[in-house]
């Protein structure tokens, strides 16, 4: 009776396994597809316009942002598009990773009330195909994300236009 027992508690063992293991592979899976919902611009498509000007296409994320990786002075980042932010603003604790310094103080009012940034320069911020140098920012320690909004000092300074999910940015 013992070793019928103990084959049934070892067959129990191998299905529980089993199903941990089919779980954790689901999971593996599934959350690749999960990733490429938040962030469908890995890997932006990069091109040239018809007037040789670089350009980048950007498809909408699940919540309809746009999301797209890039670099400041030559290092990767994550980029939330943000029309309404005035400059590129940087939590603080992405800043001290690129090593940006701050200078001039100041208050600015955000989505979460009214907060203290730090302006500073970027020597080169890129997206694709698109370099854009000396770009004012602020460093702001409120901000807890992993992402750096790229507002309007950068963002006036290409071209875009929006067509469906899609937004497409060119050099000027």
């Given at each position: 009776m013992t070793e019928i027992d103990s084959t049934?508690?070892?067959g129990k063992i191998f299905i529980w396994l089993a199903w941990i293991s089919a779980l954790a592979l689901l999971v593996f899976f599934f959350q690749d597809v999960l990733d490429k919902q938040w962030d469908p611009n890995r890997d932006p498509e990069i091109s040239l316009s018809n007037q040789?000007?670089?350009e980048v296409k950007l498809l909408q994320n699940r919540q309809g942002h746009y999301v797209v990786h890039g670099e400041i002075n030559e290092m990767?980042?994550?980029f939330l598009?943000?029309?309404g932010a005035t400059q590129v603003s940087i939590p603080a604790h992405i800043a001290e990773e690129l090593q940006l310094t701050g200078s001039r103080e100041s208050l600015v009012n955000t989505a979460n009330g009214t907060t203290t940034v730090y302006q500073t320069k970027l020597q080169q911020l890129s997206i694709g195909n698109?370099?854009?140098y000396d770009v004012s920012a602020h460093i702001n320690p409120s901000m807890q994300s992993n992402q750096i909004l790229l507002g309007m000092s950068a963002l006036k300074r290409v071209e875009f236009s929006q067509v469906g999910k899609q937004l497409i940015l060119r050099e000027q």
């Open positions: 049934n508690k070892m040789g000007k670089a990767p980042v994550v598009l943000d029309t698109i370099y854009l």
